[in-house]
């Protein structure tokens, strides 16, 4: 049985402004999320379950908050999303750029992780126990730190790709090509913390990566790229159509990929298939991906034939992060 899992992260609509010398953080805004009753009443509607990592300023936003409230109501998780410069205590870092948690000094990042941790017990009533990293950025000490402060499940890789060259303060983002391998679509233990990575797999004539070895290796050429070759086989396998490596993630491929890798994924037997994207794409004009209202309903669209694909292929379940992770009894730690 195949479960589907929608991980939403949820933050304001101008994060990424950079701030204004000599304060900690820009003016933020939340039109998106308080406009999630749009969101909710879709999910209700099409009988799926959300899961809501959140940020600490949108945890402090009553009118954010309460909307958040009416999800958890209905069977909806909280859990915990850090961008750490918009997270107290604020220091001379967060008004240069968007640092990377592993960044900070071991004090500074665990105060931010446990404030936002704080807030999100404060709004909602209960401490999280899943959690995603602002800009991927997750490392051992960071997984550390989150058992400390009791969460068990991190959502923080997305297989196959690299985020090195997306610059901090001083440091890139975290590597996750080596992850592309036939394990992707299970919960897997990533030292104290059960890892739930965003689903990636690739489609075409070859086979799946839930195939084994080839496939996985011939991902892994895709998302190399490294060299002319490599990068010549790159293009030769998805233009081809041999093989193209696909992020389940809503306008981020077109529907007929993402409904493809999805039923995919659920037909080779993954015991979690988990679709991300920001709340701030769900709304016109607070995002880069969705800056028009035609934007914001292909986003619909596409979750809507996601999760009726795979209702249709049978055997997929919508659940919460966190009981998906509970109902599935991953392997053993390895």
């Not at 039109?31 to 099409?46: C, E, P």
């Not at 997750?138 to 297989?159: C, F, K, M, Q």
Request: net charge neutral.
């Amino acid at each position: 049985m195949t479960s589907l899992v929608i991980t939403i992260d949820t933050e304001p609509d101008n994060q990424w402004t950079m701030p204004v010398a000599g304060r900690p953080q820009p003016d933020l805004a939340f039109a998106n999320t308080r406009g999630l009753g749009r969101l909710i009443d879709f999910f209700q509607k099409l009988d799926v379950k959300a899961t809501w990592l959140t940020s600490w300023s949108v945890a402090r936003d009553a009118e954010s908050a309460r909307l958040l409230r009416r999800a958890a109501a209905s069977g909806d998780e909280i859990g915990g999303h850090l961008h750490a410069w918009e997270t107290p205590p604020f220091t001379p870092a967060d008004a240069q750029a968007h640092p990377y948690i592993y960044e900070y000094d071991a004090e500074t990042r665990m105060a931010k992780l446990r404030n936002v941790t704080s807030a999100i017990a404060d709004a909602f009533g209960a401490a999280p126990v899943s959690y995603r990293a602002g800009r991927w950025g997750i490392d051992d000490r960071e997984r550390d730190n989150l058992a400390e402060l009791g969460y068990t499940i991190d959502t923080s890789v997305v297989p196959g790709h690299s985020f090195a060259t997306s610059r901090g303060l001083l440091r890139g983002g975290p590597d996750f090509r080596r992850h592309l391998k036939s394990e992707i679509d299970k919960p897997y233990r990533s030292g104290p913390l059960w890892e739930v990575p965003v689903s990636v797999t690739t489609i075409g004539l070859l086979p799946s990566l839930g195939a084994g070895g080839l496939a996985a290796y011939l991902g892994r050429t895709l998302s190399y790229g490294n060299g002319l070759v490599s990068r010549a086989a790159a293009k030769g396998l998805r233009e081809t159509g041999l093989c193209r490596m696909v992020w389940i993630r809503p306008l981020v491929h077109p529907r007929s990929d993402l409904v493809r890798a999805a039923v995919s994924m659920a037909r080779g037997g993954a015991d979690v298939i988990n679709i991300m994207f920001h709340s701030s794409e769900a709304f016109a004009g607070a995002s880069p991906r969705s800056r028009t209202e035609e934007n914001v309903s292909r986003l619909y669209d596409d979750l809507s034939g996601i999760v009726r694909a795979l209702r249709d292929s049978g055997g997929v379940t919508p659940l919460t992060l966190r009981d998906a992770v509970v109902r599935h009894e991953p392997p053993p730690q390895r």
